[in-house]
């Protein structure tokens, strides 16, 4: 323990060379970038959100608003990544103190800001070629879901309207509105979010607004999609959507809910690619 | 049930000698390995070897949270004996004034209104907001109890426990409304700090709480003789040349002040003012001149235990500690109860 301890301090005043970085990753949004530039070996531990994109055996701190200075410290990490939301703000101090270097990055919603994030990350861990390699293909895949919905609207078809629902057992159902990752994916793969207008971020709609705002189709997390039984579990639980177009068509599609949090990213953008082709075949 | 009372010259110093075990305890236990010899040394700085990340686990992580710890444990314990003692009541806690939903929507508002302009405001400023409106929440709601449960013959009990209830409910449905208006940040931060947490112990918070225990537990043991003639009745308590009225209005105000500046220092955290005095009666009887001490001292060591079990029990991550308060408090309440209807019925 000794030795490590005077190991990672002697590191802490050289530069930082990826090999003996040591990284918390507070953030899915992160955890992901990390993963997809080859840094995956150099993270300690995560926050919660990250969990399923680690190994098993990698110590998850809990909720990164509410993190253990002393946890963080006595992983004896070279280096702390999270959002904005990241804290408690002492955490973040002791953990500054105690040398561990603390690198905020945006958890936007854009895709100026996961090309933003990339090159943070290209830059934290040294790895700028994978980076760009990255933003190429993040790049790429936005001009696939444009090309795709230029040919969808030559074809002359009108927009879809995609309403984001989650449906916690006993409890009203959530609508995905402004400001959230469910809208920006709903927007990037073409299609429009009735619910935009009416409301901003995750918020429980009464069955009637639902009804009002007519979606084609509705989009369900997977975790939602799995407990509430599926799409004939969904119309039973709420039995007015037979009366919209979704409800008429049976139309329900499914969202990896990891790529709902943490802004959004790499998984995100796969997913309106996949969402895209789905909506405009 | 009938259990032997002990003296309070055997039981206290008992109770202090496992204060002062579980403080050893709290300090040499964590996520973080650290060997006994190594966290003596960090109290001796001037001539130690430490690593500096151990120094800080040390002095500025364990020790202060430690130290909170017994400061908020011993307040809540002494204000719930005190309310226990002035309500006649022995489900009465500083829950039921209303000081702990006054100051969650106080608290609340601060998150909700203040947490949306925090890129835009300095940080220093939104985090001294919460625990401002807390206690200011606290504090308002104490009055509006205190108001409405008095009128020109004195202060009812029993209406203002009824009041406490209302406001507590109005708070709570309050909070409930903002659950629609504010964001998933907002309403993340709310719920967090409604389950109380001594993470962010300090040093000015420190020694905020270590001068309210001390104000509190002097004027507290001046009154204990009128609380004691209280337990008998009011009229008798008046009889017995109490100034019943001016006892009623100065515990409540401080009882109001003690809880609200534990509520803005770190949350709501149930069950500590319930349940200590009760274990201080079941040891020493209901003398309030050995009852505060013991429930100060009971409370302090009780929150400690709690506080080590929510920092290492799902580490590396750490709970709030109001969930283990409540996960010990909880059984023993309704224990309470059965022991209650034995008695009534």
């Not at chain 1, 301090?9 to 992901?32: M, P, V």
């Not at chain 1, 895709?111 to 290209?122: A, E, F, M, P």
Request: glycine content about 10%; charged content about 15%; proline content about 4%.
């Amino acid at each position: 323990m000794k030795r490590l301890v005077l190991a990672t301090t002697l590191l802490l005043t050289a530069t930082s060379s990826l090999a003996n970085e040591r990284i918390i990753s507070a953030g899915s949004a992160i955890t992901e970038l990390l993963n997809a530039i080859g840094a995956e070996q150099n993270i300690v531990a995560v926050d919660a959100t990250s969990r399923s994109l680690v190994n098993k055996n990698i110590p998850t701190l809990g909720y990164h608003r509410a993190l253990s200075a002393e946890s963080l410290i006595a992983l004896t990490p070279t280096r702390l990544l999270g959002s904005e939301e990241m804290g408690p703000k002492t955490t973040l101090d002791l953990v500054k103190q105690a040398g561990v270097e603390v690198n905020i990055l945006n958890s936007g919603e854009t895709v100026n800001d996961l090309l933003n994030r990339i090159d943070s990350i290209g830059e934290i861990t040294g790895k700028q070629n994978k980076a760009n390699e990255l933003k190429e293909k993040v790049k790429q895949q936005v001009a696939n879901i444009q090309n795709n919905n230029k040919r969808a609207s030559t074809v002359s078809k009108k927009p879809v309207k995609v309403l984001f629902l989650s449906i916690h057992e006993g409890r009203p159902a959530t609508v995905g509105g402004r400001n959230t990752t469910a809208d920006t994916v709903i927007n990037l793969a073409g299609g429009i979010n009735p619910a935009a207008q009416k409301v901003e971020s995750y918020k429980p709609i009464s069955a009637e607004s639902m009804l009002e705002m007519q979606p084609d189709i509705i989009m369900l997390s997977s975790r939602t999609y799995n407990s509430i039984g599926q799409a004939d579990g969904l119309f039973k639980e709420l039995p007015l959507l037979a009366a919209t177009p979704a409800g008429i068509n049976k139309a329900v599609v499914v969202i990896d809910g990891t790529a709902l949090i943490g802004g959004l990213g790499l998984k995100s953008l796969s997913e309106a690619e996949r969402l895209n082709r789905v909506f405009y075949p | 049930m009938q259990i032997q009372r002990l003296p309070l010259k055997i039981v206290f110093p008992v109770g202090l000698s496992l204060l002062f075990l579980a403080v050893a305890t709290s300090v040499i236990v964590g996520p973080m390995a650290i060997t006994l010899s190594q966290s003596l040394k960090a109290f001796t700085p001037w001539q130690s070897e430490l690593p500096a990340h151990i120094q800080i686990v040390i002095q500025q992580i364990r020790l202060p949270r430690t130290l909170l710890c017994i400061a908020i444990g011993a307040i809540l314990a002494l204000c719930g004996a005190v309310m226990q003692g002035l309500f006649r009541n022995p489900l009465a806690d500083p829950g039921i004034i209303g000081v702990s939903g006054g100051a969650s929507l106080g608290a609340a508002l601060a998150i909700v209104l203040f947490g949306s302009l925090a890129s835009s405001f300095p940080i220093l400023l939104t985090l001294g907001t919460v625990p401002i409106m807390a206690f200011l929440g606290g504090a308002v709601s104490t009055w509006l109890v205190y108001t409405l449960g008095t009128d020109k013959n004195g202060t009812s009990v029993t209406i203002m426990l009824l009041a406490g209830v209302a406001i507590g409910a109005l708070s709570g449905a309050a909070l409930g409304l903002m659950n629609y208006f504010a964001d998933d940040q907002a309403l993340r931060d709310l719920s967090l700090w409604t389950m109380g947490s001594l993470a962010g112990a300090t040093w000015p918070g420190i020694a905020l709480a270590f001068s309210t225990f001390g104000i509190l537990m002097w004027v507290f043991d001046r009154k204990a003789n009128a609380l004691n003639a209280f337990l008998l009745g009011e009229a008798e308590a008046k009889h017995m040349g109490v100034n019943v009225q001016a006892l009623k209005r100065s515990l409540i105000l401080l009882c109001a002040a003690g809880v609200g500046v534990c509520v803005s220092l770190t949350g709501v955290i149930g069950f500590i003012g319930l349940i200590i005095p009760h274990l201080g009666r079941m040891l020493t009887g209901p003398n309030h001149k050995s009852l505060l001490p013991l429930s100060a001292l009971l409370g302090a060591l009780i929150l400690l235990i709690a506080d080590m079990i929510a920092r290492v029990i799902a580490a590396p991550a750490e709970l709030p500690v109001g969930i283990i308060t409540a996960i010990l408090g909880a059984p023993f309440f309704i224990l309470l109860l059965i022991k209650q209807k034995g008695r009534l019925s």
